[in-house]
């Protein structure tokens, strides 16, 4: 054996597992040991990071532990093979549409089950003493859909930057957000519904109890989501049971921290009462005959009344109450919104656009309209749609950043993704769009197929590089970096990212400002 391997040898002996050569993509490799068990995993595309698929993090959520909080993974003899992505969280699958092309989307022949709560890992650690940064991606979908194991969140990437990357699942629709009464009674908490928060959690905890072994910190651990995974990470701020879990927040385009947000919380008697109603409407005579239905069945069954619930046990209060307290999470934050990311076309005519500002915003109107003018019928369409994501997705992560920052000593940095995503024919239209950012973000152009130019590639450089920087030090900048400086209230700063990314007020600060004090009333 040449002296080279026989080093290669001892390194992953003492370190991440064992392996006589440098083996090539897909090739098993290694034993690292897990509280459940001694797992292998393969290499990767690049053959010095390793990759962890399917790691069970709790126990599989079926029979009677559907609609449970999820229990620890049970332990296993010998080593376990982890080379393919469990199987995804039960959901309609969706298909291509609009914006969102098939690279968006879980394969049409993924393996589907009620048994989902499986999370991967990328490292190119070799030693379980390096301690690298932690970064714990939770992925978006309305929490009806999608997975962690999609292509556009492959870790490789972010693991070449130093980091431990970690996917999960978490229960979806019906089956990770269902509350109702005989739940609640059942429960020894008086809670039902966020299950699928509650999985994240399990995951969590299973990070910071294994993740060392990975070469990992489990004392410097990122939580970053995007839509509904952002939703997620803003829920974990307020959680009690997350606390001490994480220690930096990334979160794009989601949040909760304005009363009557999209996708917010309700409390858990309207839950419930949303749980009864779907079971008449279905026909269902009883809960019992509820729980016996099939993972088909169930699926079949319109996901009314998914999304968070102030349960008094996971989320103790609305989410808004606690930031209006103060009381969130005090790490510091990461966050924005992409340009364009409502699509849905607006009908209205120029009178009609003057008279709904003036009847919003009262003698603040103007300021409003001169961000978002119009001459025509046609510019007020234009105009109305634009401040739609302001409205929808841009105010809650402003408030969430203009809420962090007033707390001492947290570092909070704001973004605005202004790159329209190179497309063809009709795609064109879109613009920066909802869940644009990501493939940038994540270094994973590769994975998509679009006409990228140069510049596409510079800013998927550049921003991977600020999302990494962020999850080792708190803070994105680096030498080489467009200087990124922290948001205050007073300036209203933000990294405007685009072909020439660069820091300014944000374009739509005064609006956003407007948009605030009104939310708050």
Request: hydrophobic share 40%; net charge negative.
């Amino acid at each position: 054996m040449k002296k080279q391997n026989i080093y290669l040898l001892i390194i992953l002996l003492v370190g991440l597992g064992s392996c006589t050569t440098r083996p090539t993509a897909g090739i098993l490799i290694g034993s690292v040991p897990t509280e459940s068990g001694l797992i292998a995993g393969i290499k990767g595309h690049n053959p010095d990071i390793m990759v962890f698929k399917g790691i069970p993090y709790a126990t599989p959520p079926l029979d009677n532990l559907r609609w449970k909080e999820p229990l620890p993974a049970g332990k296993w003899e010998g080593v376990r093979k982890c080379d393919t992505f469990g199987p995804v969280a039960m959901q309609k699958m969706s298909a291509p549409r609009g914006e969102y092309t098939p690279e968006f989307f879980i394969p049409p022949d993924a393996s589907m089950s009620e048994d989902c709560l499986y999370l991967n890992i990328w490292s190119s650690a070799r030693s379980s003493k390096e301690k690298r940064p932690v970064f714990v991606y939770i992925h978006g979908g309305g929490f009806v859909e999608n997975s962690g194991s999609i292509a556009l969140f492959d870790g490789e990437s972010m693991a070449q930057k130093g980091l431990v990357f970690v996917t999960l699942n978490y229960r979806l629709g019906i089956f990770g957000f269902f509350s109702h009464p005989e739940l609640t009674k059942e429960s020894s908490h008086q809670a039902s519904g966020n299950y699928g928060i509650l999985d994240q959690i399990a995951a969590l905890k299973w990070v910071k109890n294994n993740i060392e072994a990975f070469g990992g910190d489990p004392e410097n651990v990122t939580i970053a989501g995007q839509s509904a995974g952002s939703l997620s990470v803003n829920a974990l701020s307020v959680s009690p049971l997350a606390r001490g879990l994480f220690h930096r927040i990334i979160a794009e385009s989601g949040a909760c921290v304005l009363p009557g947000s999209f996708g917010g919380t309700g409390d858990l008697q309207r839950a419930e009462a949303r749980g009864l109603d779907l079971m008449e409407s279905a026909g269902i005579k009883s809960f019992q005959e509820m729980r016996n239905l099939s993972s088909a069945d169930l699926q079949g069954l319109l996901p009314r009344g998914t999304g968070l619930v102030v349960d008094g046990y996971v989320i103790t209060e609305p989410i808004p109450d606690t930031y209006a307290k103060g009381k969130q999470a005090p790490v510091p934050l990461l966050t924005g919104w992409n340009a364009n990311e409502i699509q849905t076309d607006f009908t209205i005519s120029l009178k009609q656009y003057h008279e709904e500002l003036l009847r919003e915003f009262g003698e603040e109107a103007g300021i409003v309209f001169e961000l978002y003018p119009a001459t025509t019928d046609e510019e007020a369409q234009i105009a109305r749609k634009k401040m739609a994501s302001e409205l929808r997705f841009g105010i809650q992560n402003y408030a969430w950043a203009r809420t962090q920052s007033l707390l001492t000593n947290v570092p909070v940095f704001l973004y605005y993704f202004n790159r329209h995503m190179p497309a063809e024919g009709e795609l064109k239209k879109y613009g920066a769009f909802h869940t644009a950012e990501i493939p940038y973000a994540y270094d994973n152009l590769s994975k998509m197929n679009r006409p990228w130019e140069p510049a596409d590639f510079e800013l998927a450089k550049v921003l991977s590089a600020y999302w990494a920087n962020f999850a080792i030090t708190g803070n994105p900048n680096a030498e080489g970096l467009p200087l990124w400086p922290t948001f205050d209230v007073d300036k209203g700063r933000a990294m405007v990212l685009d072909i020439r990314s660069a820091a300014s007020k944000h374009p739509y600060f005064a609006a956003l400002e407007i948009f605030y004090r009104k939310g708050l009333n």
